[in-house]
């Protein structure tokens, strides 16, 4: 178990799409992950499972590797427990963790999995991207637009959207 966990990376997914006229296993899959508007964002980890679930809707959201720096900014920004009140260090201390960049490691390390910790909203509510976004939201990542894996560059997405 100890050499999945070390294989295994955190991973940032973003709806950026509407899923009006999307596929029924695209909406399904979309709702599967938590992402229930536009500009929301997850925390899962790189299983195979995920993956194909990525894929499976990679023609409404984006995916990639987060740093640990972008996710230290991002729950403290856009964490939310349930109820929509701020992720506080008091919480984190309540879990186990002495402060927030130490749950933020954990995450990062695939030692806990954020969206089943209690009290806590799966998912983060994000800002449109400053200065919009740089390509076409209906193209791949590859091909110039938006959407699909982008790797190391999800940072950059995300640091604009918070």
Not at 97 to 104: I, M, Q, W
Not at 117 to 133: A, V
Request: charged share 30%; hydrophobic share 35%.
């Amino acid at each position: 178990m100890s050499e999945e966990t070390e294989s295994r990376k955190c991973v940032a997914a973003i709806r950026i799409r509407g899923i009006i006229s999307a596929p029924l296993q695209v909406r399904e899959t979309v709702k599967m992950l938590n992402l229930k508007r536009n500009n929301y964002a997850v925390l899962i980890d790189n299983r195979p499972s995920f993956i194909g679930m990525l894929k499976t809707a990679q023609s409404f959201i984006t995916w990639g590797e987060i740093s640990k720096k972008s996710l230290v900014t991002l729950l403290k920004k856009r964490g939310r427990l349930i109820g929509n009140k701020k992720l506080t260090d008091e919480y984190v201390k309540k879990l186990g963790y002495s402060s927030l960049e130490e749950l933020a490691e954990a995450i990062y390390n695939c030692k806990v999995e954020y969206w089943k910790l209690p009290n806590i909203q799966p998912y983060f509510r994000l800002h449109p991207p400053t200065n919009g976004f740089k390509g076409k939201i209906k193209k791949s990542y590859g091909m110039g637009g938006e959407l699909g894996y982008r790797g190391e560059k999800i940072n950059e997405l995300l640091d604009r959207m918070i």
